[in-house]
């Protein structure tokens, strides 16, 4: 039989019209653009304000944008997978909501959640899935609203989040050397006291008491998750490159989950890649957790060649980490201008 190969086929985005400025920060909590530009490198990010609408509501424009792009039909699609750690509900899964909206008649849907590292995750289980043989197209979602989670009153947490939505085709080839090489993920279990929600989920469930005591927010220890972050993701790199035999000559893009720029700096020092081959677009947007990284090759399709040694490497709550090997498979600029 011959090989099977997973390819992303086309990229989708979405981010909301609200722009949230550092200076209106400042005039919300004790910070200023030079203290937000210099620590963490955002300018501004993007906020889902409509009341009523969720992630699905950005997911769902996302995964159009790639259909509508790519020209599938959306019969042909076998699975819709979206990864969010901020999803409409508890339960139905945001997937299923936003398959309903989309009307994907033959296609089933679930979320993941692995935080920040829910595209990499999603991604490596979508090249599995068409590996196999069993499916042939899949849609992969990263989408957040982190502004539903987010104290606008926390100066230290408040700055750094932003809402987004990126979406892949994934499709099945069996042209050789391109598409998904290789990956690894990891999930280390040692994460839980520097970054978490502390009410909410089945151990401490909502009540007056954790709505008073303002527990629905996300907590973290900045410093130790700053550490964890520039070790694990700059230690990923190598290790895939490693894996397969690749020189920081041979790395042409690395993409990775845009926490904050000084993360992203250190990671790219640390891995000895120079910061021109890493996409960032933390500027712009923030930290949209599972959104980044499908935001950040929407922002830069027109960049990609066929034939482009692509690493993916990301970071989160858990903690998860881990790095994919990707050979970009399409000439980026050709669809940007056909689209
Ligand atoms: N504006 C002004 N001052 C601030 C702000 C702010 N927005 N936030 C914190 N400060 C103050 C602190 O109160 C402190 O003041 P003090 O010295 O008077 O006590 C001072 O700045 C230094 O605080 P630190 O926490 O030591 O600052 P640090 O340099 O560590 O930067 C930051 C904090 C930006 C959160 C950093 O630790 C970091 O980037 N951590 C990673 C967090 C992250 O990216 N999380 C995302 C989720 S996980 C992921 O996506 C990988």
């Known amino acids: 039989m011959e090989k099977i190969n997973a390819i992303i086929t086309g990229v989708g985005g979405y981010v909301p019209d609200y722009i949230l400025t550092n200076e209106e920060l400042a005039r919300m909590v004790d910070t200023s653009d030079e203290w937000i530009t210099t620590r963490v490198g955002i300018k501004e990010r993007r906020i889902l304000t409509e009341e009523g609408l969720g992630t699905s509501y950005m997911a769902r424009k996302a995964a159009k944008q790639v259909i509508q792009k790519t020209g599938v039909d959306p019969d042909s699609i076998d699975a819709l997978i979206v990864t969010t750690t901020t999803p409409d509900y508890k339960f139905p899964s945001t997937a299923s909501i936003v398959i309903g909206k989309l009307g994907l008649k033959n296609a089933f849907a679930f979320d993941l959640e692995a935080a920040c590292c829910g595209f990499l995750y999603s991604l490596d289980i979508a090249a599995s899935m068409i590996q196999s043989g069993r499916y042939k197209k899949i849609i992969v979602v990263g989408a957040d609203k982190m502004s539903s989670l987010i104290d606008y009153t926390d100066r230290q947490t408040c700055v750094l989040f932003g809402d987004g939505a990126g979406a892949v085709l994934v499709e099945a080839t069996t042209e050789e050397?391109?598409?998904?090489?290789?990956?690894?993920?990891?999930?280390?279990?040692?994460?839980?006291?520097?970054?978490?929600?502390?009410?909410?989920?089945?151990?401490?469930?909502?009540?007056?008491?954790?709505?008073?005591?303002?527990?629905?927010?996300?907590?973290?220890?900045?410093?130790?998750?700053?550490?964890?972050?520039?070790?694990?993701?700059?230690?990923?790199?190598?290790?895939?490159?490693?894996?397969?035999?690749?020189?920081?000559?041979?790395?042409?893009?690395?993409?990775?989950?845009?926490?904050?720029?000084?993360?992203?700096?250190?990671?790219?020092?640390?891995?000895?890649?120079?910061?021109?081959?890493?996409?960032?677009?933390?500027?712009?947007?923030?930290n949209t957790s599972a959104a980044t990284i499908p935001l950040a090759v929407w922002d830069n399709e027109e960049r990609f060649r066929k034939g482009d040694n692509v690493i993916f490497t990301a970071f989160g709550a858990g903690f998860v980490h881990g790095a994919s090997y990707y050979k970009w498979a399409y000439d980026g600029a050709s669809a940007v201008a056909n689209k």
């Open 177 to 286: 050397n391109v598409g998904v090489q290789n990956s690894f993920l990891r999930t280390d279990g040692k994460g839980l006291p520097f970054l978490h929600m502390k009410a909410g989920g089945s151990v401490c469930p909502p009540s007056h008491f954790t709505v008073d005591h303002r527990l629905h927010y996300l907590y973290q220890e900045g410093r130790t998750v700053f550490r964890y972050a520039v070790t694990s993701m700059s230690k990923d790199i190598l290790e895939i490159m490693q894996m397969n035999g690749l020189s920081d000559q041979d790395v042409n893009w690395v993409v990775p989950h845009e926490a904050n720029l000084r993360i992203i700096e250190a990671v790219a020092k640390h891995a000895g890649i120079s910061l021109d081959k890493v996409m960032i677009n933390i500027e712009r947007y923030g």
